[in-house]
């Protein structure tokens, strides 16, 4: 009866007018690749959850192209295709084939694997990689297809989740006298009714507990030390990690619930030092801290709100010399940065809604969508390199505040012109980072006479240059003409009357612009002479390839014997 079942099944799949993302034909006549069958189990299993399917269909003795019958003398033991499912769940974190069918079409063996939706809010990867279908295609999940299967579970919104076995007796008092002080400051108006309030009413209104039930986001902002586990197997950590020059760790500490009290004491373990820099035309330094107080504790109450605690990481602030990086578990779900700055406004979907939105009532972050802006807008004011958001892996997000001054040029524009907007900023941290800016977005800054230079070797522009005083930076990051070489290079030879290779590269390589590095140098200084001895005729090799002497032209004959 099942035969005849799957039978069916089969002949309806394989007069489908063409290939969808929940099922592959492929011919596999005598054999198929290991790695590549797990890449289709991956992408297969997330359409099957995606299109909201109970299974997705991998057929081996179908030509994919034609839908011809070729039939499949893959694994023609039993046993052995039995095994799959093993060899497979051994690369899939434990999902594997639903069922391993082989039937017999037109006197041709036909093997069907019933793969597995992939598990609500977890896509399935393989060998620790995530796969979509890309039309007939198989590719890398998209980010978008990525978050639909993550957000999944978020719809429920874990920080919401009450906890059944607790009571108010496993929170905190000192974090909740805490927390009342700082709604009060949030609230002012409130302030005096709240005095009527019991800690349980507080709490409801402050939206940390729900009708006076424990909720997951009650442990992580007030909990006592002792009640984590009851978000076991979540965790709720932060982790100071002290690391010297070459990335090895000094010192270290852990610190779990209550974040509202805690994060001061992580916050505490942060060398704030002193940072000096000489504006122009004076003799007097500003003196700033090398943090700002409001950068990092927004950067670190912003790791507690979006961390994605069914990961069962920690959240990590690590102190590197001048610089400070902060990561959390789980993707970024605006997806860029300029998205969150240019929207300026609360997004229409949140990791842990309703765990941000108590962290606000309890004064920890700015209202939602506001305070990452604020961060940026905080070190343009300071002079200093804005945050980098790191968001090129899949389910973590690293922010870099730097403690320094990277490039003088960037520090005296932002002195000279306050007026600049933010976006124009951004572009300019990006030029000073040495990151690659577009084509359009370079024009922008060229525009604006603020840079010069040609992609990828962008700088300050000679304008801004003399408005900042800082010329020489800008005599030695612009290249001069060819001409200017060649002069230089011509002379020598009139002195020196012939000149080898190296001789060459010791009177150019320390002339070129700071923006090329060694490699290129060389190969500028090929190309000069490339161009003198075809084109302009003005040098001659008397040499070889190999050990080159180099004389003009002109007085080639008093060479010649």
Known sequence: MQYQHIMTEFQQLLALPAETECVEFKEAKYNFDFNKLGKYFSALSNEANLKNKDYAWLIFGIEDKNRAVVGSQYRANRPELDSLKKEVSDHTGGITFQEIYELYYEGKRIILFKIPPASLG??????????????????????????EIRNQNNRKDWSAKIIPQATIKDLDTSAIKK???????????????????????FLNKAKVTINNRITNTSII????????????????????????ENNIAKDYEHFGPPFILNTELAYSKIRNLKYRYLPDDSLFPIEVNQYDSYVIREALHNCIAHQDYTLS?????????????????????????????????????????????????????????????????????????????????????EVRIIGKVLDENYTRIL???????????????????????????????RNKNLI??????????????????????????????????????????????????????????????????GEQRKKKINNLLFEMSSKDKSIFNQGSSRKSKWVLTKNINNYLF
């Open 415 to 445: 002195i000279n012109q306050t007026n600049l907007d933010l976006d124009t900023v951004m572009l300019l941290d990006k030029v000073q980072k040495k990151v690659k800016i577009t084509t359009e977005e370079a024009k922008q800054l």
């Open 452 to 517: 010069e230079g040609r992609q990828p070797h962008l700088y300050v522009s000679a304008q801004i240059a003399r408005l900042t005083g800082d010329k020489s930076t800008y005599v030695k990051n612009r290249a001069f003409d060819k001409e200017h070489y060649k002069n230089l290079i011509i002379a020598f030879l009139e002195k020196y009357e012939s000149a080898s290779r190296q001789d060459i590269d010791s009177l150019l390589l320390d002339k070129f612009s700071d923006m090329l590095n």
């Open 179 to 201: 927390a009342r002080n700082e709604y009060a400051n949030k609230f002012p108006k409130l302030a005096e009714e709240m005095q009527e309030w019991d800690d349980i009413t």
């Open 313 to 397: 990481g920690r959240i990590n602030l690590i102190e590197l010399p001048e610089q400070i990086l902060f990561t959390n578990l789980g993707s970024f779900i605006p997806k860029s940065i300029e998205t969150v700055i240019k929207q300026d406004a609360p997004q229409e979907f949140y990791r842990n809604r309703f765990l941000a939105e108590a962290m606000v009532n309890l004064n920890m972050i700015d209202t939602i969508g506001s305070g990452i802006k604020k961060m940026f807008v905080t070190q343009k004011k300071r002079f200093f390199p804005l945050p980098d958001y790191n968001l090129n892996e899949t389910d973590k997000v």
């Open 122 to 147: 977890i896509p399935t990867s393989w060998q620790g990689h995530y796969y979509g279908r890309n039309g007939e295609s198989i590719s890398p999940l998209s980010i978008q297809k990525y978050e």
């Open 221 to 244: 902002l007030l909990g006592k030390a002792e009640s984590e586990h009851l978000i076991n197997p979540s965790v709720a950590k932060i982790s100071w990690i002290l690391k010297d």
